[in-house]
């Protein structure tokens, strides 16, 4: 996907852009590989690849999110910064909050939020199930791209998420059905699922909507040990 057709398929989306925006991506996309080069973020290096794969997938959720009424976002599991910081540059009214339990890939995204002047950015070297324990019911919308089960997934956000706000999960394949006992254990329903293809190579892309109804109980999320000996 080179830099014209972004633009192009971004404006299908309805996302607003100017310059300033694009030459941002460019710089995080220019550290990426850099920084690529010395510990893994990404088995993706081209150019191209990157837009379409991480830049462009990362800006798909806003097929399902209206970004106008979302003011607090957290990424967990966000790796090298998708969705997370990309959302954070096409839409800067956000704080954001970025959780990944790996500390290089911490540093690598610190050193991208300063060489990009981002402001209201936020990371946190920790894993999910344990900033949960202590931030509850905080952000208007979390976010999770390709980590996990998703009944395990569900375990991780939810207990971050506001009453009545949202977890939304970017999949491949829709997997979510494994969910439906958790989604009634931690009082959420599931009120949209988008099926769709990227441009150019079609692979499957699913986005699960997830709203909580009810506040979390204290003792969810469980611990690493426990999740995964009895998932939800």
Not at 55 to 60: A, E, K, R, V
Not at 109 to 128: C, F, G, S
Not at 154 to 168: D, R, S
Request: proline share 3%; with cysteine.
């Amino acid at each position: 996907m080179d830099i014209e057709l972004f633009k192009s398929e971004i404006e299908k989306l309805g996302i607003k852009y100017d310059e300033a925006m694009l030459s941002k991506l460019e710089k995080y996309y220019i550290l990426l590989v850099t920084w690529n080069e010395k510990m893994n973020l990404t088995a993706i290096t081209d150019k191209k690849t990157v837009y379409l794969k991480h830049f462009y997938d990362s800006l798909t959720i806003t097929k399902v999110i209206d970004f106008n009424n979302i003011n607090s976002l957290c990424d967990i599991g966000t790796g090298a910064g998708f969705p997370g910081l990309v959302l954070k540059i096409f839409f800067p009214h956000l704080d954001v909050t970025l959780v990944d339990s790996l500390n290089k890939r911490i540093i690598f995204l610190d050193e991208v939020i300063k060489e990009l002047n981002l402001e209201n950015v936020y990371t946190k070297h920790i894993r999910a199930e344990e900033y949960g324990k202590t931030v509850r019911e905080k952000f208007d919308l979390v976010t999770a791209r390709a980590v996990s089960s998703f009944n395990v997934l569900l375990e991780y956000a939810i207990p971050l998420v506001k009453n009545n706000k949202y977890f939304v999960a970017m999949r491949g394949n829709d997997d979510t059905k494994d969910g439906d006992k958790a989604l009634k254990i931690l009082s959420c329903l599931k009120i949209k699922t988008e099926n769709f293809k990227l441009p150019i190579e079609n692979s499957q892309r699913t986005i699960v909507v997830i709203q909580k109804k009810e506040k979390t109980k204290l003792k969810y999320p469980r611990k690493f040990s426990e999740i995964k000996k009895r998932p939800l």
